[in-house]
């Protein structure tokens, strides 16, 4: 444990993050998640970020950042008022620095978003995730937030992938949950399932 303000002159905590090269111990991106998890907010998670970025030996990979960037988004997600415009920002700062999001993040952001309703931003975010990484649960909270918005089409779009013989990602028993939910409720906000 140590002050944020001295972290730049500590040298014990430069050795645990950034091991000689002879070392065989390197700090991996979950280690990261966990260590920026402890640090309890957004702020002190966004200077721990920095921190990172500034004094890494050689430059790191965006990828390896995205679990630090995921506790970030935590801790954001966490903050009221204004979060979902917090969020908004920080995922336009992840974009601008090429860190990609992890489904963990994606996930968070779609519901978030959607909670806020801010419907376009929840689709942006699943539309711009990772092919690799839009897999069934994420699929199923862009389905849920659809369809508790009323965008009925939308939704059935996510559904008729999960649909296709060949999907890497189909539906399981919570997406017929969502799905059965929404034919049973009267949506008042936008299109019926039931049209």
């Known amino acids: 444990q140590t002050n944020d303000n001295d972290w730049n002159n500590n040298d014990k905590l430069h050795q645990l993050l950034f091991p000689s090269n002879n070392s065989p111990h390197s700090l991996s991106p979950l280690s990261l998640l966990k260590i920026t998890r402890r640090l309890g907010t957004k702020t002190k998670a966004l200077k721990f ?3 990172i970025q500034a004094n890494s030996p050689s430059p790191l990979e965006p ?4 679990p630090t960037f995921e506790a970030i988004f935590e ?6 008022p204004n979060s979902p415009s917090k969020l ?11 860190i990609p999001l992890t489904i963990n993040s994606a996930t968070l952001l779609v519901r978030c978003f959607g909670r806020a ?15 690799v990484l839009q897999n069934t649960h994420i699929r199923n909270v862009l389905l849920g937030v659809l369809l508790r918005s009323g965008r009925v089409d939308d939704a059935l779009q996510v559904l008729d992938e999960m649909l296709k013989l060949d999907a890497e ?3 399981n028993e919570t997406s017929i949950d969502i799905v059965f939910t929404a034919l049973l409720k009267r949506d008042q906000s936008g ?4 049209e």
Do not use: C, H
């Not at 801790?75 to 009221?80: D, G, M, V, Y």
């Not at 908004?88 to 090429?98: F, V």
């Open 191 to 194: 299109r019926s399932v039931r």
């Open 88 to 98: 908004s920002e920080l995922l336009a700062t992840s974009k601008d620095l090429n």
């Open 49 to 51: 970020f920095e921190y």
């Open 169 to 171: 990602f189909p539906p």
């Open 75 to 80: 801790f954001a997600s966490l903050e009221q």
């Open 63 to 66: 990828p390896s950042l995205s």
């Open 117 to 131: 309703g801010m419907i376009d931003k929840s689709v942006t975010v699943y539309k711009e995730l990772d092919p």
